[in-house]
């Protein structure tokens, strides 16, 4: 029953993870399986308001205080209050230095766009020399002269503006379908139309102002108008020292920009290689929760037997099995455990993660058992309590030992649980993570009431998603059927900063390529025009045309090269900062 309605725009307590509805703690039984008071409880986050004056730090000493842990792992750390104002944000810390390349990236570009404009608009300043020696013989001041230079850029910046404000819409839409895949929990909200409008229209007279001022300056400072229209002027020195400073500094830029661009491709191909533990491919996974409509304890199981049994009689279906976990899902579920025989007894405990699986499970997501069995229809309520490991878990608590027959309790040591298997340590919840400890649960001796089937599927993975959505609403029509998806889909969201980057940095480096590449065009051609009587002389003395295409190219070659000696220590200094998004990629290495 819907008891009230937030206003817009309210999604839940957590700015990454948007909710469109809330249920009280008091109903947690229900919807979780688990009673509001249950000392399992490990991972919710509390929120409160501070009274009026009441500093953070303040009000962090006071909780520590009074704060009595009841359990071992709630030792592990100082509690502490964060700011709250936006939430819980609990992906905030993780985005904040991929967001920060990005904007240096996209500032790198604009950088390389302006030194590229400034450096064709003095160029074309000098070439228009006479021009403006005419304008200054009919009586325009200097002033008049860089307005009109001004005005010049500024419509070239706001015809920019309005093809990038386009680009980015469509930029926009592109990382939103990357950010918003099934498995990914990331949210992508624009900024409200009215700031961003204004910071747009800001950066547009920025960069008017900045690829403008220095050829309005120096028009002003032309004093002999007679000078430049008999062509006699400086502008020919002036354009070549230019040159020197505009062209290496763009190919430095834009070799930092290609270099960064090497890295985070290294760097996603070397996540992409990385051993899973399990194999993703070809699997489709659905959520459903018998639960939620009401439905009992038998009826669930029953809806669950019921839901594998005709799954497997699919065409195309290969392997199912249920999980309350999904791999990469980043849900998790842990708790601690008593180890009679530890050859280890630190003094905290890591987090000892659980997963219910059904038989089948296994053999679906491609996961091994190493040594020892799966679990059988013979693993049941009235049977031996019992468990496998993955080989994490056994080197951690029984390092060079066998874990097959031991025993351990979890979350109470009133019933201890015997080791049938041992699995493959697989990825739990990040593709990053160290090997993480975990545990596999019988769903007949553990039951839940949301589980999620996963299906090997051989054939068309569209009709096979079609027909378990049938089979859900054959067998009970009022259970939902929801998270349809691709396992490969929870891979692909785990590394979506990573591929934005990798996209990012990709467009920004051709980018700014293909800007440098038209600076240096322009800066050739405004090279030849400006020395057309040179040319001529030496055509005339008996020069062949390839010394002097030769001299050109040796001229943009030692600008190229001045270029790749200032940016290669630039691209190196950079990538250090960029260290702690890469994976396994030495920024001086990239073979």
Not at 155 to 161: F, T
Request: charged share 20%; hydrophobic share 50%; with cysteine.
């Amino acid at each position: 029953q819907v008891v009230g309605v937030t206003a817009p725009p309210f999604a839940g307590g957590d700015l990454h993870a948007r909710a469109d509805a809330q249920i009280p703690m008091a109903m947690t039984e229900l919807f979780a399986g688990m009673p509001r008071d249950s000392a399992a409880w490990s991972w919710l986050m509390m929120s409160a308001r501070l009274r009026h004056g009441v500093p953070l730090e303040r009000a962090e000493r006071v909780v520590r205080a009074r704060f009595k842990p009841a359990h071992e792992w709630q030792r592990q750390g100082p509690i502490r209050l964060q700011d709250g104002r936006q939430g819980a944000a609990s992906l905030r810390s993780r985005l904040r230095k991929p967001a920060l390349i990005a904007q240096l990236l996209s500032a790198s570009v604009l950088l390389v766009a302006l030194v590229n404009l400034a450096g064709l608009l003095l160029a074309r300043m000098y070439a228009r020399q006479r021009e403006f020696g005419i304008r200054q013989a009919l009586g325009a001041s200097g002033g008049r002269l860089a307005r009109q230079i001004l005005t010049e850029s500024l419509l070239l910046a706001a015809a920019a503006g309005v093809v990038g404000q386009g680009v980015a819409s469509l930029l926009h839409e592109v990382l939103q379908g990357m950010l918003r895949e099934p498995g990914s929990n990331l949210a992508l909200t624009p900024a409200g139309s009215g700031l961003e409008v204004v910071a747009s229209s800001a950066l547009v007279l920025l960069s008017a102002l900045a690829i403008g001022l220095l050829p309005a300056l120096m028009a002003t400072r032309s004093k002999r108008p007679l000078d430049a229209l008999q062509g006699v002027s400086g502008g020919r020195s002036n354009q070549r020292w230019v040159s020197r400073i505009v062209v290496p500094a763009q190919v430095a830029l834009s070799l930092v920009l290609v270099f960064a661009a090497a890295l985070f491709a290294r760097s996603l191909f070397n996540l992409r290689s990385v051993d899973l533990g399990f194999d993703p491919r070809h699997v489709v996974v659905m959520t459903t929760d018998p639960g939620i409509v009401g439905h009992t304890s038998e009826r669930t199981a029953f809806f669950q037997q019921e839901l594998l049994r005709r799954a497997r009689l699919i065409p195309g279906v290969a392997a199912t099995g249920l999980a309350s976990i999904t791999s990469l899902s980043e849900r998790m579920f842990a708790g601690p455990v008593y180890v009679p025989d530890a050859g280890a007894k630190p003094e905290h405990q890591p987090n000892n993660n659980v997963n219910i699986v059904t038989p089948g499970y296994f053999e679906s997501v491609g996961l091994r058992i190493v040594t020892g069995r799966s679990f059988t229809e013979d693993d049941t309520p009235s049977g031996l309590r019992v468990c496998i490991v993955n080989e994490a878990f056994a080197q951690y608590y029984w390092p060079g030992r066998d874990a097959l027959g031991r025993h351990f309790a979890l979350f109470t040591r009133e019933q201890m649980l015997e080791v049938v298997g041992v699995a493959r340590t697989a990825k739990y919840a990040q593709v990053r993570e160290e090997p993480q400890l975990i545990i596999y649960l019988p769903l007949a001796q553990r039951p839940s009431s949301t589980m999620t089937l996963h299906a090997r599927v051989n054939g068309d993975e569209a009709d096979v998603t079609n027909a378990l959505r049938a089979v859900v609403r054959e067998i009970d029509p009022t259970v939902p059927a929801y998270g349809v998806a691709r396992l490969g889909d929870f891979v692909d969201a785990r590394l979506s900063q990573e591929r934005v980057l990798n996209l990012l940095s990709v467009l920004f480096a051709a980018l700014a390529l293909m800007v440098a590449a038209a600076g240096l065009y322009g800066r050739v051609v405004h090279s030849v025009v400006g020395r057309r009587r040179e040319i001529g002389i030496r055509l005339a003395v008996g020069a062949p045309r390839q010394s002097i295409v030769g001299l050109f190219a040796a001229h943009t070659l030692r600008l190229v090269a001045l270029g790749v000696v200032m940016g290669v220590p630039l691209a190196l200094l950079v990538a250090r900062r960029f260290s702690a998004v890469l994976y396994d990629v030495e920024p001086a290495n990239l073979s």
